[in-house]
C-alpha cells in the first residue's frame, strides 16, 4: 500500500500560509481500524527536512528596493468584516465533492498592547460543513461518502473559523493566534482580512520576486524558494478599484515519498488576489493548487461586507 504522510513544507508559502499551525486540520490514512477518516486517494505527499537538513545560503527580495505606495490598514473596533468562501477541498481529495460556501464573520474586538506592541484582536465565528465527496470504488464506481467519516460512515463536520488573532499594527501581514475554539479550524479567515506585505507597495506595473536558495539533506542536494508577484490588471469587485495580482510560488525543499522512495520534488500553487487600490484590503481572493493537469482552484474567497457595529 502507498503511504500517505502528511506534513507542511518548509519556506513555502501557501494558501493557509496566514493560517497558524495549532489550528491546521490533520489528513488520516484511510482504514478499517481508524475512528475516522479523510478521503484521500493522493499517490504522494510532502515530508517535511528534519532539523538541521536544510540550509538557506542565499535570498534574493525585491520588495526592499521599493517604496510604499499606501499605508497599513486601520481596522474600527466594532466592525465585522463578512468573507464569503468556497473550498474545493482539491488539496484534501482527489475524490469530486459537492460545492461547499460559508460566510465567516470576523469580528474587530478591541485594540490590545502585547509584549510592548499594539495589536489588533480579531474574532472569527466558527461555521461547521459536513462536505459531500463521491469516493472512486476499486471497480471502477463510485459510492457517495462525506470529506471526514466516522468509522461507520456518519460524518464529521469540518469547522471554519472559531480563533481569535492578534494582527500587529504596524505590519498586518504578521499576526498569531491567541487561542482557537477548535483545533480543527480550517482558519481561512486569518488569511484573508490581513493584508500581505506586498499589498502595500503596488502599483500599475510592479513586480515582486523573494526567492532562497539552499541545500538540503545529508548530501546537500540544491534547493529553492520562489515567489513572484505581479500586478496583472485593475479590475472593480464589489465597487471598488483593485489591482489584480498574481502571486507564483514554487520550492523543492522538501521531501516526497511515493512507493516507499523518498525523493525531491517540485511544488507549484498560483495565487489571485485582488487588492483594493485604496484600502489595500483583500478584496477576493483565489488559489491555486499545482497538479499534472495544471492548476485546480483549490479555494474561492470575497469580502462580501463590511457591517459597523456588532
Given at each position: 500500500?502507498?503511504?500517505?504522510?502528511?506534513?507542511?513544507?518548509?519556506?513555502?508559502?501557501?494558501?493557509?500560509?496566514?493560517?497558524?499551525?495549532?489550528?491546521?486540520?490533520?489528513?488520516?490514512?484511510?482504514?478499517?481500524?481508524?475512528?475516522?477518516?479523510?478521503?484521500?486517494?493522493?499517490?504522494?505527499?510532502?515530508?517535511?527536512?528534519?532539523?538541521?537538513?536544510?540550509?538557506?545560503?542565499?535570498?534574493?527580495?525585491?520588495?526592499?528596493g521599493l517604496k510604499p505606495t499606501a499605508e497599513p490598514y486601520?481596522?474600527?473596533?466594532?466592525?465585522?468584516?463578512?468573507?464569503?468562501?468556497?473550498?474545493?477541498?482539491?488539496?484534501?481529495?482527489?475524490?469530486?465533492?459537492?460545492?461547499?460556501?460559508?460566510?465567516?464573520?470576523?469580528?474587530?474586538?478591541?485594540?490590545?498592547?502585547?509584549?510592548?506592541?499594539?495589536?489588533?484582536?480579531?474574532?472569527?465565528?466558527?461555521?461547521?460543513?459536513?462536505?459531500?465527496?463521491?469516493?472512486?470504488?476499486?471497480?471502477?464506481?463510485?459510492?457517495?461518502?462525506?470529506?471526514?467519516?466516522?468509522?461507520?460512515?456518519?460524518?464529521?463536520?469540518?469547522?471554519?473559523?472559531?480563533?481569535?488573532?492578534?494582527?500587529?499594527?504596524?505590519?498586518?501581514?504578521?499576526?498569531?493566534?491567541?487561542?482557537?475554539?477548535?483545533?480543527?479550524?480550517m482558519c481561512v479567515e486569518t488569511f484573508v482580512e490581513i493584508?500581505?506585505?506586498?499589498?502595500?507597495?503596488?502599483?500599475?506595473?510592479?513586480?515582486?520576486?523573494?526567492?532562497?536558495?539552499?541545500?538540503?539533506?545529508?548530501?546537500?542536494?540544491?534547493?529553492?524558494?520562489?515567489?513572484?508577484?505581479?500586478?496583472?490588471?485593475?479590475?472593480?469587485?464589489?465597487?471598488?478599484?483593485?489591482?489584480?495580482?498574481?502571486?507564483?510560488?514554487?520550492?523543492?525543499?522538501?521531501?516526497?515519498?511515493?512507493?516507499?522512495?523518498?525523493?525531491?520534488?517540485?511544488?507549484?500553487?498560483?495565487?489571485?488576489?485582488?487588492?483594493?487600490?485604496?484600502?489595500?484590503?483583500?478584496?477576493?481572493?483565489?488559489?491555486?493548487?499545482?497538479?499534472?493537469?495544471?492548476?485546480?482552484?483549490?479555494?474561492?474567497?470575497?469580502?462580501?461586507?463590511?457591517?459597523?457595529?456588532?
Open positions: 500500500m502507498k503511504k500517505i504522510i502528511i506534513i507542511l513544507i518548509i519556506g513555502l508559502i501557501v494558501f493557509i500560509s496566514g493560517c497558524l499551525n495549532e489550528n491546521t486540520p490533520t489528513k488520516e490514512k484511510s482504514s478499517e481500524n481508524n475512528q475516522s477518516t479523510i478521503l484521500n486517494t493522493s499517490d504522494d505527499s510532502y515530508i517535511e527536512p528534519l532539523e538541521g537538513e536544510i540550509k538557506m545560503t542565499e535570498t534574493i527580495n525585491t520588495l526592499k486601520q481596522f474600527k473596533v466594532g466592525e465585522t468584516y463578512i468573507y464569503h468562501i468556497h473550498p474545493t477541498f482539491v488539496g484534501w481529495t482527489e475524490s469530486q465533492c459537492e460545492p461547499v460556501e460559508i460566510d465567516i464573520p470576523v469580528h474587530v474586538d478591541r485594540s490590545e498592547r502585547i509584549n510592548k506592541s499594539e495589536y489588533w484582536i480579531l474574532k472569527a465565528e466558527q461555521v461547521n460543513v459536513t462536505p459531500q465527496c463521491y469516493v472512486p470504488l476499486p471497480n471502477g464506481q463510485f459510492r457517495k461518502g462525506y470529506l471526514i467519516e466516522n468509522g461507520d460512515g456518519t460524518p464529521i463536520p469540518v469547522s471554519f473559523g472559531g480563533s481569535i488573532i492578534a494582527v500587529y499594527k504596524n505590519n498586518l501581514s504578521y499576526g498569531f493566534s491567541l487561542n482557537a475554539n477548535n483545533l480543527n479550524s493584508p500581505p506585505e506586498w499589498a502595500l507597495y503596488l502599483n500599475e506595473d510592479v513586480k515582486i520576486v523573494q526567492e532562497s536558495k539552499g541545500a538540503i539533506g545529508k548530501d546537500k542536494k540544491e534547493c529553492g524558494n520562489r515567489m513572484e508577484i505581479s500586478v496583472l490588471d485593475s479590475e472593480k469587485i464589489n465597487n471598488k478599484d483593485c489591482f489584480k495580482v498574481e502571486v507564483l510560488e514554487s520550492t523543492n525543499c522538501g521531501f516526497v515519498e511515493v512507493n516507499d522512495k523518498i525523493s525531491q520534488r517540485t511544488y507549484l500553487r498560483k495565487n489571485i488576489y485582488w487588492i483594493d487600490k485604496q484600502t489595500r484590503m483583500v478584496m477576493k481572493y483565489q488559489g491555486y493548487i499545482g497538479t499534472d493537469k495544471g492548476f485546480l482552484l483549490d479555494v474561492e474567497i470575497e469580502l462580501k461586507e463590511i457591517k459597523k457595529m456588532y
